[in-house]
């Protein structure tokens, strides 16, 4: 039985806020290894990760490369059969839709993430 849109949305929820603006990586690491499946896929328009470590290097190079930006919801997600999706912002606090996008995540029976394909919408200023 697929996981139900509450257990998707709080996936999805769990992995903006506790992977991938986590700057501690114990944190981190410990998050992927309880959310994610250990042969999931995250694609972003960056690459292709496969397993925890390659997407613990994944959010860990995002925060590098924007150290003082931070992800925030733009809806509350949409959900059904296993299968969901977030709009997000990604900014520094004062500008926090610098950046905006959307996860799409796919939950395996088992609650874990599978797949997170993230589409990147448009880069302001």
Do not use: C
């Amino acid at each position: 039985m697929p996981a139900d849109a509450n257990v998707v949305k709080d996936l999805m929820k769990q992995n903006l806020h506790g992977v991938f603006s986590e700057h501690d990586a114990e944190k981190r690491r410990s998050l992927i290894a309880k959310i994610w499946d250990s042969k999931a896929i995250f694609i972003d328009p960056e690459g292709r990760y496969v397993g925890h470590t390659a997407i613990n290097d994944a959010a860990e190079q995002l925060q590098r490369r924007f150290p003082d930006f931070a992800f925030s919801e733009l809806a509350d997600g949409d959900a059904y059969s296993g299968v969901g999706r977030l709009r997000w912002g990604f900014g520094p606090p004062s500008e926090p839709r610098k950046i905006t996008g959307m996860d799409v995540l796919v939950a395996s029976d088992d609650r874990r993430i599978t797949a997170i394909y993230t589409f990147v919408d448009a880069v302001k200023g």
